[in-house]
């Protein structure tokens, strides 16, 4: 049976209902093994309007179909297909009858009114496909990947995929679940979720997609011009004396710092959000010098609460924590048993925010560093944790959109004028509330930088356009080792070309905590050694402020590219078929981007390489090692990349 109504038609194939919507300059479908469909929107705006849409209900015998800017999905029998004009784009997949499997195909959970599901699609030879947000071990091609639905430590889920035959696929669901695209078939898992919901676009080019999905789940916030210079960062400041001589440093040696952060346990239990007066006894005092350089003081906050905590009752009393479904309330283990403020609850992030109003906003702090905001569970079994959105193996992906979600309406409400926070973990749309997401806990080590180099194209390609690693990576960098410190200048000079330049990690040798005998206090916590420009010797210093100097003169450029990220969805940093999508070649490279429309960069993620190939697309292109302009056809060429030089061309 089918149904029409406005922009909608609504099919029924015995139990089973699947709705098809026309969805702002998209097609939205859902179904349901059996019930009624929920009307929860989750990454997409409310009802979009679509006034070109075409809606057909099959009455004079024709596959019924919804049609909207370009894009046709048509009913065939009880398969789904998408068509750009007569162009087919992809479909749900035929299956043999005697197989007994179904292309939508439910379990229902006994006692629940959830199911698991697995949605299948045809596969074809020669698609590209990209997106998908972070995964360690990273590729940039996903075909032939299985992807898990779900967010750790380093493994961000953005569940939107772009593909090279014209067209996008959100999996508008944020349920735990996985997603594989074999060749001989794509399939789409959730664990445990009460409907299946996925939007699709269609465009001519890789560009017409991503701002039809901006669209559809919301612009970037702006990238403030006032961030864009260097962030100082480490595993850990322990105190405000130490804090303040990096800065005072900096200011001496001439050096403009734009941020400065205040990492961990300078609380003194998780869940106060405060100062620790014996080891930070005058926040405002150090806020006032900072402002005094010109430099924003950045605060880490963790969604963790110790039991000890002043504010755990608060949290606590209102049922604002994450329960488990069984057993004792703890669901991480990091220097005391701690719970977890729930994101998803709309009271608990008002509650939140007040606290860190309260006790950080006072004193003129709006930077917020927002760590373990996947969360992370001591124990990642999602089936053990319930949320206010419901179980975490149903609604847990969601978490860090609403965690971002907290900062930045409070932050609204506020007035504050620049609002960008950063965050270790995102969701599809975490972009319009201020997220500078970053790539978490990842080692130190040339191959990590090749795997971020594909997470950051495939985190833009998903609609995240302001994301960064640690420079050098996070842990296992010593300082004294001569093969970290080029690790160390290369992913300098590879992140001058990113949205911030930010130097953090772990590094060695660390030092041990202030005080013994306690968990109390940022004393007992240790801290890695110390990681400001000066630290790796003369000739890394000397290296490392020619590339400052860089980013300096990137200023203007930066500030109009991110301007055009705002307004179209196309990231900061794009994957070359962004730019040339009828280049094969371009839907191939893994190891080179565009930054902006303009700059072409080929960082260097090989130790001991004091050169390497870069593809040149059809055009004109400028050397920026020595001026040189070369007419190429489409080719490659051997660029000069000696040690404080990431090879760039300038696209003409």
């Given at each position: 049976?089918?149904?029409?109504?406005?922009?909608?038609?609504i099919c029924?194939?015995?139990?089973?209902t699947v709705r098809?919507?026309?969805?702002?300059?998209?097609?939205?479908?859902?179904?349901?093994?059996c019930g009624?469909?929920?009307?929860?929107p989750w990454?997409l705006?409310s009802?979009l309007p679509?006034?070109d849409?075409?809606?057909?209900?099959g009455a004079?015998?024709?596959a019924?179909f919804v049609?909207?800017?370009?894009?046709?999905?048509e009913?065939?029998?009880?398969r789904?297909?998408?068509l750009?004009g007569?162009r087919l784009?992809?479909e749900?997949a035929?299956l043999?009858?005697s197989?007994?499997d179904?292309t939508?195909?439910?379990k229902?959970?006994p006692?629940?009114d959830?199911?698991?599901?697995d949605?299948k699609?045809?596969?074809?030879?020669g698609?590209?496909?990209?997106?998908?947000g972070?995964?360690r071990?990273?590729?940039?091609?996903?075909?032939?990947?299985?992807?898990?639905?779900a967010?750790?430590?380093?493994?961000i889920?953005?569940?939107?995929?772009?593909?090279?035959?014209g067209y996008g696929?959100?999996w508008?669901?944020p349920?735990?679940?996985r997603?594989?695209f074999?060749?001989?078939?794509?399939?789409?898992?959730?664990?445990?979720?009460?409907?299946?919901?996925?939007?699709?676009?269609a465009?001519?080019?890789?560009?017409e997609?991503?701002?039809?999905?901006a669209?559809?789940?919301g612009h970037?916030?702006?990238?403030?011009?006032?961030l864009?210079?260097?962030w100082?960062?480490k595993?850990?400041?322990?105190?405000?004396?130490?804090?303040?001589?990096?800065a005072?440093?900096y200011r001496r040696r001439g050096?403009?710092?734009?941020v400065?952060?205040?990492?961990?346990?300078?609380?003194?239990?998780?869940?106060?959000?405060?100062?620790d007066?014996e080891y930070?006894p005058?926040?405002?005092?150090?806020v006032?010098e900072?402002?005094?350089?010109?430099?924003r003081?950045?605060v880490?906050?963790?969604?963790t609460?110790?039991?000890?905590?002043?504010?755990?009752?608060g949290f606590?009393e209102?049922?604002?924590?994450?329960?488990t479904?069984?057993g004792l309330p703890a669901?991480?283990e990091?220097y005391?048993?701690?719970g977890i403020?729930?994101?998803?609850?709309?009271?608990?992030?008002?509650?939140?925010?007040?606290?860190l109003?309260e006790n950080y906003?006072?004193?003129?702090?709006?930077?917020?560093?927002?760590?373990?905001?996947?969360?992370?569970?001591?124990?990642?079994?999602?089936?053990?944790?319930?949320?206010?959105?419901?179980?975490?193996?149903?609604?847990?992906?969601?978490?860090?959109l609403?965690h971002s979600k907290m900062?930045?309406?409070?932050?609204?409400?506020d007035g504050v004028p620049?609002?960008?926070?950063?965050?270790r973990?995102a969701?599809?749309g975490s972009?319009k509330?201020?997220?500078?997401?970053?790539?978490g806990?990842i080692?130190?080590?040339?191959?990590e930088?090749?795997?971020?180099?594909?997470?950051?194209?495939?985190?833009g390609?998903?609609g995240?356009p302001w994301w960064?690693s640690?420079?050098?990576?996070?842990y296992?960098?010593d300082?004294?080792?001569p093969?970290?410190?080029?690790?160390?200048?290369?992913?300098?000079?590879?992140?001058?070309?990113?949205?911030?330049?930010?130097?953090?990690?772990?590094r060695?040798?660390?030092?041990?905590?202030?005080?013994?005998?306690?968990?109390?206090?940022?004393g007992?916590?240790p801290?890695?050694?110390?990681?400001?420009?000066?630290v790796?010797?003369?000739?890394?210093?000397?290296?490392l402020?020619?590339?400052?100097?860089?980013?300096?003169k990137?200023r203007p450029y930066?500030?109009k590219a991110?301007?055009?990220?705002?307004?179209?969805g196309?990231?900061l940093?794009r994957?070359m078929?962004?730019?040339?999508?009828?280049?094969?070649?371009?839907?191939l490279?893994d190891?080179?981007?565009?930054?902006?429309?303009?700059?072409?960069v080929?960082p260097?993620?090989?130790?001991?390489?004091?050169?390497r190939?870069?593809?040149?697309?059809?055009g004109?292109?400028?050397?920026?090692?020595d001026?040189?302009?070369?007419?190429?056809?489409?080719?490659y060429?051997t660029?000069?990349?000696?040690?404080g030089?990431?090879?760039?061309?300038?696209?003409?």
């Amino acid at each position: 049976m089918i149904k029409k109504e406005e922009n909608s038609i609504i099919c029924r194939f015995g139990h089973e209902t699947v709705r098809i919507d026309a969805w702002g300059r998209g097609i939205r479908v859902r179904a349901v093994p059996c019930g009624e469909l929920p009307d929860i929107p989750w990454a997409l705006s409310s009802r979009l309007p679509s006034p070109d849409a075409r809606i057909y209900d099959g009455a004079d015998g024709g596959a019924p179909f919804v049609e909207v800017s370009g894009l046709r999905c048509e009913v065939r029998g009880d398969r789904l297909s998408f068509l750009s004009g007569d162009r087919l784009l992809f479909e749900e997949a035929e299956l043999p009858w005697s197989l007994r499997d179904r292309t939508r195909a439910y379990k229902t959970l006994p006692g629940s009114d959830t199911f698991s599901v697995d949605i299948k699609f045809a596969a074809y030879d020669g698609e590209h496909l990209h997106g998908m947000g972070q995964y360690r071990g990273a590729r940039h091609e996903l075909k032939g990947s299985t992807l898990e639905l779900a967010h750790r430590n380093s493994q961000i889920s953005v569940p939107f995929l772009l593909s090279s035959r014209g067209y996008g696929f959100l999996w508008n669901n944020p349920a735990v679940g996985r997603a594989t695209f074999a060749s001989n078939m794509t399939v789409w898992h959730a664990d445990a979720t009460r409907a299946v919901d996925f939007w699709v676009a269609a465009g001519e080019t890789p560009a017409e997609i991503l701002e039809k999905y901006a669209d559809a789940v919301g612009h970037a916030s702006p990238l403030p011009e006032n961030l864009l210079g260097l962030w100082q960062c480490k595993l850990r400041y322990r105190t405000q004396d130490e804090l303040l001589e990096a800065a005072r440093e900096y200011r001496r040696r001439g050096i403009k710092l734009d941020v400065i952060v205040v990492d961990f346990f300078h609380w003194i239990y998780q869940g106060d959000w405060d100062f620790d007066p014996e080891y930070w006894p005058d926040p405002q005092a150090m806020v006032d010098e900072l402002s005094a350089m010109g430099t924003r003081l950045m605060v880490s906050v963790w969604p963790t609460v110790d039991p000890r905590s002043k504010n755990h009752r608060g949290f606590a009393e209102n049922g604002y924590l994450i329960r488990t479904e069984r057993g004792l309330p703890a669901v991480m283990e990091f220097y005391g048993n701690v719970g977890i403020y729930d994101a998803t609850d709309p009271g608990a992030r008002e509650f939140a925010y007040g606290v860190l109003r309260e006790n950080y906003g006072r004193y003129g702090i709006d930077k917020f560093w927002l760590d373990e905001a996947e969360p992370e569970y001591s124990v990642t079994d999602f089936d053990h944790y319930r949320l206010h959105s419901g179980p975490a193996l149903v609604t847990g992906n969601i978490y860090p959109l609403m965690h971002s979600k907290m900062v930045y309406d409070g932050q609204k409400k506020d007035g504050v004028p620049d609002i960008l926070n950063l965050v270790r973990c995102a969701w599809v749309g975490s972009q319009k509330y201020g997220a500078l997401v970053w790539s978490g806990d990842i080692e130190s080590s040339f191959r990590e930088m090749k795997a971020q180099i594909h997470n950051m194209l495939n985190m833009g390609a998903a609609g995240i356009p302001w994301w960064i690693s640690d420079v050098g990576g996070f842990y296992g960098g010593d300082v004294r080792d001569p093969v970290f410190r080029e690790l160390l200048v290369r992913w300098f000079e590879w992140a001058v070309y990113t949205p911030v330049l930010r130097m953090h990690g772990d590094r060695q040798p660390g030092k041990g905590p202030l005080v013994h005998g306690t968990e109390k206090g940022g004393g007992f916590c240790p801290s890695g050694a110390d990681n400001e420009l000066w630290v790796y010797g003369e000739e890394i210093y000397n290296i490392l402020l020619e590339n400052l100097e860089r980013r300096e003169k990137l200023r203007p450029y930066i500030k109009k590219a991110a301007e055009e990220t705002v307004k179209t969805g196309l990231p900061l940093m794009r994957a070359m078929y962004m730019e040339f999508p009828d280049d094969e070649e371009c839907w191939l490279l893994d190891d080179e981007y565009m930054f902006g429309g303009e700059l072409l960069v080929a960082p260097v993620s090989d130790y001991g390489a004091r050169e390497r190939r870069v593809y040149l697309p059809r055009g004109r292109w400028e050397s920026g090692d020595d001026g040189a302009v070369i007419e190429s056809t489409g080719e490659y060429v051997t660029a000069n990349a000696p040690l404080g030089y990431t090879p760039v061309f300038r696209r003409l």
